[in-house]
């Protein structure tokens, strides 16, 4: 029984599997070590003396240095380990790449073909308030809607209102990053129909909104400007028969995996997700850009420390300079506020095993596996090609699932390890990087990952990339199940 996880011939330090008490011997299989201390599950234990300024390495990286002499079978956490990040960085481009390539598949999903042939895995009704003050109207003319057809069984997989507080009283990027949002949620192509509602005094103004849009179906995209009419309820039920009356001949159809757009995310992260969960998901990632789909990975936070590896990834010498100018454009953010860039990982990350920004990076940017990166896109920009594209945008759960969203993937592939109800309005699939939570919160887990500790892993992976195609084909997650479909947008700027 192993009671360590050892990850790279380079590293410093294994993985507790378990909580070990000082004195135990304990091994990986192969090492054998004694515990000098207690090592908590998901912590790390050193292989050997370790010196005071010297760099401690896992996952075959720097992951910060020592501050104090460290014995062979201590416990390195943050009362002994600190972060290597500082500012701005200047890089070279070193290309470095080795893609798995997996065999081409015949698998299809049952999505809905678009009239301008985009795919989505979701019929869904989307309500866009232009500004927080239409919120509540939108959930009146909504349970109007529903109570009207009770009984029936609509076109639509679900009625989401994208609520949020934002389009008025912001300026600049601020609010450029507002429309930006609200456009990517009317193209996402999950939503068979959209009401996009408005007050009329906003600064998010409706004509200056349709010019930011471009083209659309105006038989499933309306618009409505509650001050413009008299009765906005009734004019906004009337625009939602119209909707009705062109989705209700909608039908899944056979899909190949080519069209698939899939967002990476983690959030909760303990000290398993570098070790089961994302590093699953990044064999997916790779399975679908094989099968020519693509995939997203954003929290470029979540980069630091890690970036010199995406980096070596990149298609070519222009796609790395875009690599380059993501990474230094949000240290700069961090700094023109005040903020050290390496301010992160949460409590609750140091509390399951993760010490360091690096430590948390190495392992977060797993979930984009080995496949070149080909593109890197702007807040909410949609993805422009097949394959890893890079994303503009923070950490931040809410914010970064709606980011992608945003940008046009059909579900979202989310880890935890610590777990979180959260969902945003695509499906969010949420995998857990240990049995233990897995078994406690079965009401938020979509997919267990703790099942790498003992199984193998390719039928790990079979199974989980059976799990996307059942999602992708209408198959309810956690998330959908509980209602919770919320949004966030990037609040960067003064507030009038």
């Not at 996009?196 to 004509?207: I, K, P, R």
């Not at 850009?289 to 954003?298: A, E, K, R």
């Not at 010498?317 to 903020?339: T, W």
Request: hydrophobic residues 35%.
């Amino acid at each position: 029984m192993k009671d360590l996880i050892y990850l790279n011939d380079l590293d410093d330090v294994a993985v507790a599997l378990r909580d070990i008490e000082a004195g135990e011997q304990v091994t990986d299989g192969n090492i054998k070590v004694t515990a000098a201390t207690n090592i908590p599950r998901g912590h790390k234990i050193a292989l050997h003396e370790i010196k005071s300024g010297s760099d401690v390495v896992k996952y075959g990286a720097p992951i910060g240095h020592a501050t104090e002499d460290i014995n062979q079978g201590t416990w390195i956490h943050s009362h002994n380990l600190k972060t290597n990040l500082e500012g701005e960085l200047n890089y070279v481009y070193h290309p470095e790449l080795k893609p798995v390539i997996y065999p081409k598949s015949t698998r299809t999903f049952k999505g809905y073909r678009r009239s301008d042939g985009r795919v989505g895995v979701r019929n869904d009704l989307y309500i866009i308030p232009m500004v927080g003050c239409v919120n509540g109207i939108a959930e009146i003319v909504v349970k109007q809607f529903k109570e009207k057809h009770s009984g029936e069984t609509l076109p639509f997989d679900d009625i989401i209102i994208l609520k949020h507080q934002y389009g008025c009283s912001q300026l600049g990027d601020d609010h450029e990053n507002t429309r930006k949002m609200l456009a990517g949620a009317v193209h996402n192509p999950n939503a068979a129909g959209v009401l996009v509602f408005g007050l009329g005094c906003e600064n998010n103004t409706m004509d200056a909104f349709k010019v930011l849009l471009g083209k659309v179906d105006h038989n499933r995209v309306k618009f409505l400007v509650a001050q413009h009419v008299q009765d906005e309820q009734k004019t906004a039920n009337e625009l939602l028969e119209e909707i009705l009356e062109e989705v209700k001949f909608d039908r899944r159809e056979d899909i190949p995996l080519s069209e698939l757009k899939v967002g990476l995310k983690c959030g909760g992260s303990d000290g398993f997700s570098g070790i089961t969960a994302n590093p699953l998901i990044g064999m997916f990632s790779d399975f679908l850009g094989s099968q020519g789909g693509s995939t997203v990975l954003t929290e470029v936070p979540e980069m630091f420390g890690a970036e010199t590896r995406l980096m070596s990834r990149a298609q070519n010498e222009e796609v790395f300079e875009k690599i380059v100018d993501l990474i230094n454009h949000f240290k700069r953010y961090f700094q023109s506020y005040g903020q050290p860039v390496f301010e992160n990982p949460s409590p609750g990350n140091k509390e399951g095993g993760i010490t360091t920004l690096e430590d948390k990076s190495l392992g977060c940017t797993q979930k984009s596996g080995s496949s070149e990166v080909v593109d890197v896109l702007s807040y909410a920009q949609p993805i422009r090609k097949k394959g890893l594209s890079l994303l503009q945008g923070p950490g931040n759960d809410l914010v970064s699932t709606t980011n992608m969203a945003a940008s046009g993937v059909n579900l979202i592939l989310f880890s935890t390890g610590r777990g979180t109800p959260f969902g945003t309005f695509v499906p969010t699939i949420k995998v857990a990087t240990n049995n233990e939570l897995a078994q406690n919160k079965p009401h938020w887990i979509d997919f267990n990952a703790g099942r790498l500790f003992n199984e193998n892993k390719q039928e790990v992976l079979n199974d989980f990339i059976d799990k996307v195609i059942a999602v992708a084909s209408g198959e309810n997650t956690r998330n959908e199940e509980n209602g919770f479909q919320e949004i966030a947008i990037f609040k960067d700027g003064v507030t009038l």
